[in-house]
T-cell receptor, first 114, second 112 residues
Framework: ETGVTQTPRHLVMGMTNKKSLKCEQHLGHNAMYWYKQSAKKPLELMFVYNFKEQTENNSVPSRFSPECPNSSHLFLHLHTLQPEDSALYLC?????????????FGSGTRLTVV | QKEVEQDPGPLSVPEGAIVSLNCTYSNSAFQYFMWYRQYSRKGPELLMYTYSSGNKEDGRFTAQVDKSSKYISLFIRDSQPSDSATYLCAMSGNNAGNMLTFGGGTRLMVKP
């Protein structure tokens, strides 16, 4: 484990379902991120939270709804998804301010929308 | 033009070869440069980190940054089948908080 834990590891859901992805970081970081990684495409930034406040929403459809109740936990609520939303969803955290040492990623949730 | 360009590969090499992975970028404000390694069905893990120009060596891995050419490289010596993965470059500037800009990744295959 990297210090960033994502659950579930795999998720299959129908287009009418509602589900949530969970991310927890044990590193004391103050920034958390959601990324989408589709096959043969670059990482796509979805949301950024800094000190629990959302600072970036990268034109993500409203069927994706983030929640950050505290600086250690991040959720991504999913509803009425489309098959093209099938991808690996990665959570990451970092310590904002000072020197940039990069992100620590979780192992991701492999989402399949049927 | 993408802010960070990276050849997607795949790059296939025999075991023991020296591997060179590269990224070019357009934003002269970038100061922090990183390489991530991502195994199949896993999240990316930080492999190398450099600040500004110069070289950094860690075991079989060497990261080079040439800011004048806006070009960074990762060299892998004595490549092993376990090095087979996708390698992503990432970078950021002082005025972007900790926001990283990623390349698209290069898939490397090291054949025994």
């Amino acid at each position: 484990e990297t210090g960033v834990t994502q659950t579930p590891r795999h998720l299959v859901m129908g287009m009418t379902n509602k589900k949530s992805l969970k991310c927890e970081q044990h590193l004391g970081h103050n920034a958390m991120y959601w990324y989408k990684q589709s096959a043969k495409k670059p990482l796509e930034l979805m949301f950024v939270y800094n000190f629990k406040e959302q600072t970036e929403n990268n034109s993500v459809p409203s069927r994706f709804s983030p929640e950050c109740p505290n600086s250690s936990h991040l959720f991504l609520h999913l509803h009425t998804l489309q098959p093209e939303d099938s991808a690996l969803y990665l959570c990451a955290s970092s310590q904002d301010g000072g020197e940039n040492y990069g992100y620590t990623f979780g192992s991701g949730t492999r989402l399949t929308v049927v | 033009q993408k802010e960070v360009e990276q050849d997607p590969g795949p790059l296939s090499v025999p075991e023991g070869a020296i591997v060179s992975l590269n990224c070019t970028y357009s934003n002269s404000a970038f100061q922090y440069f990183m390489w991530y390694r991502q195994y199949s069905r896993k999240g990316p893990e930080l492999l190398m980190y450099t600040y500004s120009s110069g070289n950094k060596e860690d075991g079989r891995f060497t990261a080079q940054v040439d800011k004048s050419s806006k070009y960074i490289s990762l060299f892998i010596r004595d490549s092993q089948p376990s090095d087979s993965a996708t390698y992503l470059c990432a970078m950021s500037g002082n005025n972007a908080g900790n926001m990283l800009t990623f390349g698209g990744g290069t898939r490397l295959m090291v054949k025994p």
